[in-house]
């Protein structure tokens, strides 16, 4: 009973998320600063650890030059606006963010070679801004945005149970589903000292909750419902 | 912190599964994914047998505050539907976590797209053809348009049941529509009125340009008169006006072609029904031609 052929369409004629949940990407190019400056900093969270790798991997840098170039390539997207050349039906801002990247650090190789032959030191040899064989990239990229994104759900699920005095919650959660240990949810009620029960609820909410958070990480980052759709498949994986 | 490869895939798989404690169900398998909801197989732990459960795919879920009840309005639908043609649903109800679910019946069976990629007649293909039309003329009956129907949304039973799933979609006729602008269906068989979101203009003759479309598809390699072809293209018209009115009809013209007198859909010429009309009748005519030909053996004999 597979239904994997073409996919059944249900949206509207805009195709836009409810004014509640705004997109960091749509509001990256906000004229309000205070909501701009909020947008940069959520599609920075998402995408400043992938970028690095991205980088460090692409032209094999040192962890401080790739760092440098890093924060280099999003001080010049705040300063330049790059995100607001972003167009939805062109593609996914995760694959924007990518192409953004490439084009940045090239012009910098090239900015730095000219220093070269002018006596200064190149960090990027030109020869390297050829693809390094053997390497998918953009499967590198791809990866280290999803663990990422992960990764912030989780410190955000962390940060709700502690709000909400419910460490005991976060901490069965780490230990059952994060570090794989060979417990049981009995072993857990004894070692916790809370009855089995317990431990299925516990694990319960946090996985609802869990869920709930990195689908609102994945909105913030992406343009509409459609695009939202798409990366929900790429992040959580397509089952069946 | 840092998070292993093993924990994104054990939490991607949380994050899939409903959560069915206090139920009578336990997860076995994934049986698939469409357009809202996510199909699982499972076991009915109470009647010891295997089900179909459905429950809304998580990015659903979140985008849509009206999806649970959308879930439910689609069981409500089906449980109305009680035809051999139609997935009969077992039950339906609220999960622990909120989510919305119901149980059908789980078919053993193929897809209509890979039951007809097989090496199925032209004859078996319009066999199924017919079953499909009668479901689907049931529903209309009810006051029930599919809007998406389309081969993998159609079963082939293991005895060659035919079984028209996915109701994800469907919608009352006279009931609750959908605000103007809403586009639902899948694009290579959905009706014009329904892909410029003119929900007013909705009604059966939607899934009779469905049907037109399954039917060119079950055809589009296969060699087949034209005639045959005709009721395809009458049944997928642009203009509801040229389409069939209803199933039946298109049923009914598939009936005339198996029964060799001509089409609705098709003004055969002078060679084209005299070619039907020997096909028909190939015993009289090769008795005719027989007796023919044996006068003319008795001419030539007498006057040599």
């Given at each position: 009973m597979k239904h994997t052929g073409a996919d059944t369409r249900i949206g509207g004629a805009s195709g836009k998320f409810p004014a509640t949940r705004r997109s960091a990407v749509l509001a990256s190019s906000s004229p309000e600063p205070q909501e701009r400056r909020q947008a940069l900093e959520k599609i920075g969270a998402a995408y400043w650890k992938p970028v690095y790798k991205f980088i460090r991997m692409r032209w094999t840098l040192s962890n401080e030059d790739a760092k440098d170039l890093t924060q280099a390539f999003f001080a010049r997207a705040i300063e330049k606006e790059y995100f607001k050349a972003y167009r939805v039906d062109k593609g996914s801002f995760r694959t924007f963010v990518r192409t953004c990247v490439t084009h940045f650090v090239v012009n910098e190789s090239k900015y730095a070679s000219r220093l070269k032959r002018g006596g200064a030191t190149d960090?990027?040899?030109?020869?390297?801004t050829a693809e390094p064989a053997g390497a998918d990239l953009e499967e590198v990229f791809e990866k280290e945005w999803i663990r990422n994104l992960f990764e912030l759900a989780v410190e955000d699920l962390r940060a709700v149970c502690v709000s909400r005095d419910k460490q005991c919650h976060f901490q069965i959660f780490e230990r059952y589903d994060l570090q794989h240990t060979d417990s049981s949810y009995a072993d857990l009620a004894a070692e916790f000292g809370i009855a089995v029960t317990d431990v299925t609820n516990y694990l319960a909410w946090c996985r609802r909750e869990f869920r709930r958070l990195i689908m609102e990480r994945i909105r913030q980052i992406t343009a509409n419902d459609e695009e939202f759709r798409r990366e929900v498949g790429v992040v959580l994986g397509k089952k069946a | 912190m840092t998070i292993s490869d093993k924990a994104i895939n054990r939490l991607r798989d949380v994050v899939y599964e409903p959560d069915l404690s206090g139920t009578r169900y336990r997860i076995t398998g994934v049986a698939g994914h469409g357009g809202m909801g996510m199909v699982f197989e499972a076991e009915d732990t109470t009647l010891h047998r295997r089900v179909a459960l459905k429950v809304i795919q998580p990015a659903e879920a979140f985008l849509d505050q009206n999806a649970f009840d959308r879930l439910l309005d689609e069981a409500r639908i089906l449980a109305r539907l009680?035809?051999?043609?139609i997935v009969p649903v077992h039950d339906a109800g609220v999960l622990p976590d909120g989510n919305v679910f119901y149980t059908m019946k789980f078919v053993q069976g193929e897809r209509l797209d890979v039951y007809a990629a097989g090496n199925s007649s032209v004859s078996d293909l319009l066999r199924v053809f017919q079953k499909l039309c009668d479901a689907v003329a049931f529903a209309h009956a009810q006051g029930i348009v599919h809007r998406d129907l389309k081969p993998e949304n159609i079963m082939v039973g293991m005895f060659g049941e035919v079984l028209v799933m996915d109701w994800g979609v469907a919608t009352i006729l006279n009931g609750r529509r959908e605000p103007a602008g809403t586009i639902v269906g899948t694009p290579e068989y959905m009706a014009p009125e329904q892909a410029s979101g003119a929900v007013h203009e909705v009604d059966k003759r939607t899934d009779v340009f469905g049907l037109g479309a399954i039917l060119q598809f079950l055809l589009s390699d296969k060699k087949v008169p034209r005639s045959l072809r005709a009721v395809a293209a009458k049944a997928k018209a642009a203009s509801p006006a040229q389409r069939y009115g209803s199933a039946v009809e298109v049923a009914a013209d598939i009936q005339r072609h198996l029964d060799g007198v001509p089409v609705e859909a098709y003004r055969e010429n002078v060679i084209e029904r005299s070619a039907r009309i020997i096909a028909n009748n190939r015993m009289a005519f090769a008795l005719i031609a027989a007796y023919l030909l044996m006068r003319v053996l008795v001419f030539f004999l007498l006057n040599r």
């Amino acid at each position: 009973m597979k239904h994997t052929g073409a996919d059944t369409r249900i949206g509207g004629a805009s195709g836009k998320f409810p004014a509640t949940r705004r997109s960091a990407v749509l509001a990256s190019s906000s004229p309000e600063p205070q909501e701009r400056r909020q947008a940069l900093e959520k599609i920075g969270a998402a995408y400043w650890k992938p970028v690095y790798k991205f980088i460090r991997m692409r032209w094999t840098l040192s962890n401080e030059d790739a760092k440098d170039l890093t924060q280099a390539f999003f001080a010049r997207a705040i300063e330049k606006e790059y995100f607001k050349a972003y167009r939805v039906d062109k593609g996914s801002f995760r694959t924007f963010v990518r192409t953004c990247v490439t084009h940045f650090v090239v012009n910098e190789s090239k900015y730095a070679s000219r220093l070269k032959r002018g006596g200064a030191t190149d960090r990027i040899s030109l020869d390297d801004t050829a693809e390094p064989a053997g390497a998918d990239l953009e499967e590198v990229f791809e990866k280290e945005w999803i663990r990422n994104l992960f990764e912030l759900a989780v410190e955000d699920l962390r940060a709700v149970c502690v709000s909400r005095d419910k460490q005991c919650h976060f901490q069965i959660f780490e230990r059952y589903d994060l570090q794989h240990t060979d417990s049981s949810y009995a072993d857990l009620a004894a070692e916790f000292g809370i009855a089995v029960t317990d431990v299925t609820n516990y694990l319960a909410w946090c996985r609802r909750e869990f869920r709930r958070l990195i689908m609102e990480r994945i909105r913030q980052i992406t343009a509409n419902d459609e695009e939202f759709r798409r990366e929900v498949g790429v992040v959580l994986g397509k089952k069946a | 912190m840092t998070i292993s490869d093993k924990a994104i895939n054990r939490l991607r798989d949380v994050v899939y599964e409903p959560d069915l404690s206090g139920t009578r169900y336990r997860i076995t398998g994934v049986a698939g994914h469409g357009g809202m909801g996510m199909v699982f197989e499972a076991e009915d732990t109470t009647l010891h047998r295997r089900v179909a459960l459905k429950v809304i795919q998580p990015a659903e879920a979140f985008l849509d505050q009206n999806a649970f009840d959308r879930l439910l309005d689609e069981a409500r639908i089906l449980a109305r539907l009680e035809h051999p043609g139609i997935v009969p649903v077992h039950d339906a109800g609220v999960l622990p976590d909120g989510n919305v679910f119901y149980t059908m019946k789980f078919v053993q069976g193929e897809r209509l797209d890979v039951y007809a990629a097989g090496n199925s007649s032209v004859s078996d293909l319009l066999r199924v053809f017919q079953k499909l039309c009668d479901a689907v003329a049931f529903a209309h009956a009810q006051g029930i348009v599919h809007r998406d129907l389309k081969p993998e949304n159609i079963m082939v039973g293991m005895f060659g049941e035919v079984l028209v799933m996915d109701w994800g979609v469907a919608t009352i006729l006279n009931g609750r529509r959908e605000p103007a602008g809403t586009i639902v269906g899948t694009p290579e068989y959905m009706a014009p009125e329904q892909a410029s979101g003119a929900v007013h203009e909705v009604d059966k003759r939607t899934d009779v340009f469905g049907l037109g479309a399954i039917l060119q598809f079950l055809l589009s390699d296969k060699k087949v008169p034209r005639s045959l072809r005709a009721v395809a293209a009458k049944a997928k018209a642009a203009s509801p006006a040229q389409r069939y009115g209803s199933a039946v009809e298109v049923a009914a013209d598939i009936q005339r072609h198996l029964d060799g007198v001509p089409v609705e859909a098709y003004r055969e010429n002078v060679i084209e029904r005299s070619a039907r009309i020997i096909a028909n009748n190939r015993m009289a005519f090769a008795l005719i031609a027989a007796y023919l030909l044996m006068r003319v053996l008795v001419f030539f004999l007498l006057n040599r």
